[in-house]
């Protein structure tokens, strides 16, 4: 594919360096897929990067939706966080304890069942769920283990007009109380047990409006993936029926792009315009990959509806 280039500094014409940099120079952008996706090198990620270059990155996330970066080996856990924060306040998983020696990392241990094979946008089951996602690859197993990413606001956009007019009005309830055992091929039953106990420790229900605005970029964008329990005011089996519509102009393939991790890669991601999906098709082998998830906002819906808790901390009695 073509190399385009995202100016990070209006008035810098520098050749691209072999080795990886931190002044602000144009970024070097491989779109990696037709409507989602791009790779971004020569860069080294890190909490001091200077503004120009950073900005540059924003940017390129809000259009490309995933960003990838190879050769990120020098982050640890500490220079990870530093990193994220430059996207805003980063938080803890609401119910999932964060690794050893980092107050807000989340570890995805292949080998403690944290195999999320499912499609999903991280943590909707609360109201301002995680704006940007920032995810290190730790430990990638010798095949499979790729993740799939979605643009949301590339799928609403080619729905069909009287279907877009019907989602624009419709809100739906997320849960962390979902059937985790389903989605896995692959893990024993202890492993689940003890992952879904953590994972719902604390219920949470929010009731989000099924398209939201995009506070930065104004796209509308469908708030959907497995967090979802049903869509309000329809039966168990038409709310199933049209969530099952909605997903799949979701996860049409033009919509997607496939990333095989490499040790040492990070991706990116607008959490506010995608969903994903961690592939589990390794078997024994191991996978472990750490998030880092910066504070988001409360999603506004076309007509100004805005999300409400409806379980959990924050939630208001009726």
Known sequence: MSEVQHAAHPSSHASHAAAPRTAAVPLQVRQVAGRIGAEIAGVRLSGTLDDATFDAIQAALLRHKVLFFR?????????????????????????????????????????HGARANSWHTDVTFVDAYPKVSILRAVVIPPFGGDTVWANTAAAYMHLPESLRALA???????????????????????QLKRYREVFTSTVYETEHPVVRVHPETGERTLVLGHFVQKIKGLSSQDSAHLLQVLHEHVTRLENTVR??????????????????????????????????????DVPVGVDGRRSVVLKGPGATLQ
Do not use: C, K, M
């Open 71 to 111: 050769n990120q080996g020098h982050l640890d856990d500490t220079a990870q966080e530093a990193f994220a924060r430059r996207f805003g306040e980063i938080v803890a998983h609401p119910t999932v304890p964060s690794v050893d020696g980092s107050a807000h990392l989340l570890e995805l241990d292949s080998a």
């Open 168 to 190: 624009d009005t419709l809100s739906a309830v997320h849960t962390n109380a979902y059937d985790y055992a389903s989605t896995h091929v692959h893990a024993d039953d202890t």
């Open 259 to 296: 990333w095989n991790w490499q040790q040492g890669d990070v991706a990116i991601w607008d959490n506010r315009a995608t969903q994903h999906y961690a592939i589990n098709d390794y078997g024994d082998a191991h996978r472990v990959v750490r998030r880092a998830t910066v504070h988001g």
